[in-house]
């Protein structure tokens, strides 16, 4: 049996696209399915049948996986001990999580961790919508919501915090506030609820209901900048509002709110040496950016400073 030929239906198996497959192993997509039929040939059996979603495992294909993927784990680590260490890191891991904690929090590291092994190549998935694991949409995913099911481990990352954030210009033209209940006077940005993608982002459910919304948005960078330029309030991670100058936070108790990111990867990949080191080193850049995503309460800005 060509071990070639399982390469390219591990990688299909585990991106579910013939399109994703054929970028991470730098072919085109065209290869990918010609080495796929030719291992079909050589087992006498289909592995993957087309759906509108990708390419889905058969029954076959599923039987066939735990095997490669034991293969693969025995041929890493004999390339460990013969070709050197490094060898071990060879491949790509995708990670996907929610948009401003991939691009405030694990972009600056990430790059630097990829720079430190060669053969490693890190994709992330930064976006406003739900990376889903089952689907294989990434290789580690961090949520809001913890996988309750499926073949996965399954972690706690961290705790963060979000507050209720202004411009200083709004804040000097406004009523201050300094209970929930002034919300009702003032201008909020929030999202979309028809298009949330979680349910731990509704925070307005949790406090008193604003008399409107100047802006909703699925985007928590296009909230940000519209609060920046002054068109109202908006419950923003500390994370990546503390950061901006532009930004001042209000924090009455009932306006701080607590949040939670877990981490999961399919049980299949957990011996991979690329994914346990790239598994590791997330929890290590939360453990350096604790005071950022769980910052000390500050002094309570209740509406402009006299």
């Not at 289909?46 to 039987?63: C, K, N, S, Y």
């Not at 957990?270 to 604790?290: D, G, I, K, N, S």
Request: aromatic letters at 6%; hydrophobic letters at 45%.
């Amino acid at each position: 049996m060509d071990w070639d030929n399982l390469r390219y239906f591990l990688e299909l198996a585990r991106t579910g696209k013939l399109v994703t497959a054929a970028r991470r192993l730098r072919v085109d997509q065209a290869t990918v399915s010609r080495r796929v039929q030719a291992l079909e040939k050589e087992v006498s059996a289909t592995l993957f049948v087309r759906t509108p979603a990708g390419m889905e495992m058969t029954d076959a294909g599923q039987l066939l996986l735990a095997d490669v993927q034991a293969m693969e784990v025995a041929a890493l680590r004999i390339e460990g001990v013969t070709g050197g260490a490094e060898d071990q890191f060879a491949g790509t891991v995708r990670v996907g999580t929610t948009e401003g904690f991939g691009s405030a929090i694990l972009a600056p590291h990430l790059g630097t961790f990829a720079g430190q092994h060669a053969s490693l190549s890190i994709e992330l998935v930064a976006v406003s919508a739900v990376v889903n694991i089952s689907r294989r949409e990434a290789d580690i995913v961090i949520s809001l919501e913890r996988p309750n099911r499926g073949p996965f481990v399954v972690t706690k990352l961290c705790d963060y915090v979000l507050r209720l954030y202004g411009s200083e210009a709004y804040l000097s033209k406004h009523s201050p506030i300094e209970t929930a209940a002034d919300l009702k006077q003032h201008a909020l940005i929030g999202y979309l609820d028809d298009l949330l993608y979680s349910k731990q982002l509704q925070f307005v459910s949790e406090i008193d209901p604003p008399e409107r919304f100047t802006l909703r948005s699925t985007s928590v960078v296009a909230q940000l900048n519209a609060a920046a330029a002054g068109a109202g309030l908006c419950v923003l991670p500390a994370f990546l509002a503390d950061r901006d100058p532009r930004l001042k936070a209000l924090i009455p108790d009932k306006l701080v709110f607590q949040r939670t990111f877990w981490m999961s990867m399919p049980e299949e990949v957990r011996q991979l040496p690329r994914m346990r080191a790239t598994w590791a080193f997330l929890r290590e850049v939360v453990a350096q950016e604790r005071g950022c995503l769980m910052p000390p309460p500050k002094e309570i800005l209740a509406g402009p400073e006299r």
